[in-house]
């Protein structure tokens, strides 16, 4: 019998496998540990992110459509028509340098290329490791800057809305340029200045003065439009020997226009120191209603009559050289109805008597002896004045008046009738001659 243990080898033992199960756990730890740290990483990464200012930025952005942000540009004022004028779908944000800190990101808007809105960033949402994401604190428009100079007292209106007094920043910011005129007048106020943060172009701006009239823009310096108040323009009408001063300014004759002779005086030159008339100024770009006067070449001051923005002066009535003359007056058109009438038939009398009133040679002494032979055979007429009376003395100068006699016949059978007479008077040899008779009926129904 064979043994087999000659044969037969010993089996080893078999043992756990404790480094396989450990490598595997070292391995399952390292996957562990690295995925807790790339989510660690991660999380760290997206909180590193959120946080960062830009995000609030680009949130903002992502969530705003064109509409919304017309709606917003509107909301501040910004006129439609301005609005439209953007491009809405090429909204970019940017850093703002100059407003940027890192407690108080600053960012702002722009369309296209015209800056609109600044954004200011505050802390929000508090997040993981001790950080916060940024919300947006403000939003506000860009000032444009824009201003307008004009009347205090003016309206001024953007795309017909009226702005209130509350955009004046300066009442009294600009002085006027005046012509020599209106020079030291310090009730001329400057233009004021509006300034309109909220408008960026004047295309919508209309303005109107204080009595609704609109002022023109006269011109542009950057953002600054200027509208001056309105000049007037005003015409004189005075006497040609007058002396006609605006505010304290005596007007030159130079300045004088359309002359218009006194047709009562036409051929008395050679009775007369001048020609009495009219004439005319023009006094343009005032911007107040002016102080005007005129005073004749005798002293006299004229009254005015003003009929919007013309003035009339003229003579008037001389109350003191009537009173000292109306007496002489009456004689002399006494004396002038006695020869026309040949009272009593003593004609030579009262030619005398007449002549006597009436510088040698002028027209009426020419008249009264072409009259002489024909009134003599001229039987006596009743020509008694049933009234008669001096109403208007009007001075030309020192040695020349007219003098208005309102008379009435007896023999006039006519209901309210009145003639009127002028008696043209002039000094010669010392006292007062007739050299003039204009003779004016009229018949006033009463």
Known sequence: MKKKGKYLQKKPRKTFPWFTLCFCIYLILMAAAISYGLLLLWNRMDVYERSRPHQAMESMMASTTPEGWHDLLSSYGISDHYIETLDLQDAVYYKDINRYTESAPAYGIRFGSTRMLYITLQPGETLDFGSFAWAIKSIEPVKSGLCIYAPADATITVEGKPIGKEYMTEEDALPLTVGPFEEGRVEIPGLAKFRLDHVYDNSGI????????????????????????????????????????????????????????????????????????????????????????????????????????HFTFAREHNEALAAEQEAYILEAFDAYIAFSGNRDGVLRTNYSRYMSYLVPESEPAQRAVGALESLSWMSNRDESLKSCEVSEVISYSDDLFTAQIDFTMKSDTTENANSYLFFFLRTAEEEWKVFRILNKTSFLAG
């Open 206 to 309: 209309a303005v109107t003065d204080a009595q609704g009239r609109p002022l023109e823009l006269s011109h542009e310096t950057g953002k600054s439009s200027y509208y001056p108040p309105l000049m007037e323009n005003y015409t004189v009408t005075a006497p040609s020997d007058a002396t006609v001063s605006v505010n304290g300014i005596a007007l030159p004759e130079s300045d004088a226009l359309d002359y218009v002779a006194n047709e009562d005086f036409k051929d008395l030159d050679e009775y007369i120191p001048y020609m009495p008339g009219t004439v005319r100024y023009e006094v343009n770009d005032l911007l107040l209603r002016p102080e005007i006067t005129a005073v004749t070449s005798d002293g006299t001051v004229l009254n005015v009559t003003e009929e919007g923005n």
